[in-house]
């Protein structure tokens, strides 16, 4: 069986870094660790203001790893992501310059202010894990996570995410607002200096990577399998949802039920860990059909009903 002690324990000291700057969000800070163990990608879509740049920040800062923030903007270009090759007058050759995906960690902020094309750019890097610059492939660091984060509010001036940048994203989580208790405790954290510049390293890449490794070897039933796939077959069958979850989304609920009972000291995956994960890992990947859409139904309700009526598979008898 995996040794999962040293997840557990990583797991556990990020979240201590990262809960230092955003108060009151364990669930949510422990889903972008659940994407990160997992090599996944995270959409984080909420209102400006509430810690999406500052959850990256810090989970850079607690690993160590290099962080490039990309200000998405409707006049970016593809190049801008990517990198671009410039002449050297000097050489007289062609040098590639990166741009700031080649990061460890990359925060894609306002993703959707940009055009579909610059989007796509991304699209490569996210799946491959490589960039592709006139005709010459550069591997990305590792390990590689892009947080993306969006306003779902405002609408002028936006690119609605095309289906195949959305089905990339590992996970959606949503921050919400802070308590009126967090939010006093945060009032009187940052009266002289933020927090995040007094959070430290707590683990290195490698150990990251390494946990990533022992992730995948915890043990998945045939039976929670069966779950999963019963699960997302509901998705395609439902009649308020013209496009249900892709193959795709049964792996993403796979992988992260698996580093949720690492995180939690489990070398096995269980039903209520499909469950908890079902919202984040689904719900993004669900179109809902027109008629529905004028009755105001949320891919999410769509998602928490089907948790209540997709049976559980039965225990094996012995």
Request: glycine fraction near 4%; charge should be negative; aromatic fraction near 6%.
């Amino acid at each position: 069986m995996p040794d999962i002690q040293p997840v557990q324990t990583l797991a556990a000291q990020i979240s201590a870094n990262a809960e230092r700057v955003i108060l009151g969000k364990h669930s949510e800070i422990e889903l972008a660790l659940i994407t990160l163990l997992c090599q996944g990608h995270v959409l984080i879509e909420d209102v400006p203001g509430v810690g999406k740049t500052m959850l990256a920040r810090a989970i850079a800062k607690s690993l160590g790893c290099s962080f490039k923030r990309i200000q998405f903007t409707p006049d970016m270009l593809p190049s801008d992501v990517t990198g671009v090759s410039m002449f050297n007058q000097k050489t007289r050759e062609f040098e590639f310059r990166p741009g700031p995906v080649h990061a460890q960690i990359v925060l894609t902020d306002e993703i959707n202010r940009a055009t579909p094309k610059t989007q796509s750019a991304l699209l490569e890097s996210m799946e491959e894990r490589q960039v592709t610059v006139d005709g010459v492939t550069y591997p990305l660091p590792q390990p590689f996570l892009v947080m993306a984060t969006q306003n779902h509010i405002e609408y002028e001036g936006t690119f609605p995410l095309p289906e195949a940048q959305l089905d990339r994203f590992m996970l959606r989580i949503h921050l919400g607002y802070p308590s009126t208790k967090d939010e006093m405790a945060m009032l009187d954290a940052q009266q002289r200096a933020h927090p995040i510049e007094s959070i430290s390293q707590v683990a290195s890449a490698q150990e990251l990577l390494d946990a990533q490794r022992a992730v995948k070897e915890v043990y998945v039933d045939a039976l929670v399998k069966e779950y999963i796939l019963a699960l997302v077959d509901a998705t395609r069958k439902h009649p308020d949802i013209y496009l249900g979850a892709s193959p795709r989304g049964s792996l993403a609920l796979y992988k992260t039920a698996q580093a949720r009972a690492a995180i939690v000291g489990r070398d096995y995956v269980i039903p209520d860990d499909i469950k908890a994960l079902a919202d984040p890992a689904l719900a993004h990947r669900l179109i809902v059909s027109p008629a529905a859409r004028l009755k105001n139904i949320d891919p999410r309700a769509v998602v928490d009903e089907l948790i209540h009526s997709v049976a559980v598979p039965g225990s094996r008898a012995t």
